[in-house]
C-alpha cells in the first residue's frame, strides 16, 4: 500500500536496526482518515472470506480492527491484557511474549463473543516475530472457531514471524512489508 509505506518514510523513526517508530499516525495518536482507508483496504482483501469476527490485541491493533470492522460490518474484539474484575471464568486465554517490552503477558477473551460458528479476521498493526499472533491464533482454535486470515499493517520480513506462521499455512495480507531498517533507512520488499 502506496500510501502508507510514504507515510512510513516520511513520518517514521528507525530507532534502531529492529524498531522503526510510527506513532505519528498508528500506535500513539491516531488519523482516522489515513486508518479508514488501511480498514477499507483490508476488507477489499477479504470481503469474500464470510467474516464473522475481527480479533485483535490491545491495545494499538484496536483502531485498524475497528475500520476494519466498520468496512466488513462485523464486530471486534479485542484480546485484553489484563483479566477484568467482571471477565467471569469462562474465558479463552494465551501467553504472548513481547520482544519490544521484553515481557510475557496473558491475553484473554471471553467465551461470549467468540465461538465454533465464527469465521476469524485477525488484525494487527505489527508482525516481527509472531508471538501476538501464535497468541491470537492459539484463542481462535480454543474457541473452534475458523481462522481466515491474518491482516498486518506493518510487517517486519526480516524477522521470521511471518515467514513461519505462512508455512504453518496461515492466510497473512501486510499492507507494507519491511526488508530492512539497516543504517537508519526503511528498505521495503
Known amino acids: 500500500m ?9 513520518e517514521g523513526k528507525v530507532i534502531s536496526e529492529n524498531i522503526v517508530k510510527i506513532d505519528s499516525f498508528l500506535n500513539h495518536q491516531l488519523e482516522p482518515t489515513f486508518l479508514k482507508k488501511i480498514g477499507e483496504e483490508f ?4 470481503s469474500k472470506q464470510g467474516i464473522t469476527k475481527i480479533l ?3 491495545a494499538s491493533g484496536i483502531a485498524v480492527g475497528l475500520m476494519t470492522g466498520i468496512v466488513l460490518d462485523v464486530p471486534v474484539i ?11 471464568h469462562r474465558y479463552f486465554s494465551s501467553s504472548v511474549y513481547s520482544f519490544t517490552k521484553k515481557e510475557s503477558v496473558e491475553i484473554f477473551v471471553s467465551k461470549n463473543f467468540l465461538g465454533p460458528q465464527d469465521k476469524v479476521l485477525i488484525i494487527d498493526d505489527f508482525l ?6 501464535r497468541g491470537m491464533r492459539s484463542i481462535v482454535t480454543q ?17 521470521d514471524g511471518g515467514k513461519t ?3 504453518e499455512g496461515v492466510r497473512i495480507e501486510s499492507l507494507a512489508r519491511i526488508a530492512s531498517l539497516k543504517d537508519g533507512k526503511v528498505e521495503f520488499i
Open 2 to 10: 502506496k500510501l502508507l509505506k510514504d507515510k512510513i518514510i516520511n
Open 165 to 167: 506462521l505462512r508455512e
Open 143 to 159: 474457541a473452534n472457531a475458523e481462522l481466515v486470515g491474518v491482516g498486518i499493517v506493518v510487517e517486519k520480513a526480516f524477522q
Open 128 to 133: 516481527a516475530r509472531g508471538e501476538a499472533l
Open 56 to 58: 485483535t490485541v490491545e
Open 43 to 46: 476488507a477489499s482483501r477479504f
Open 78 to 88: 479485542f484480546a485484553k491484557k489484563k483479566q477484568a474484575s467482571t471477565l467471569d
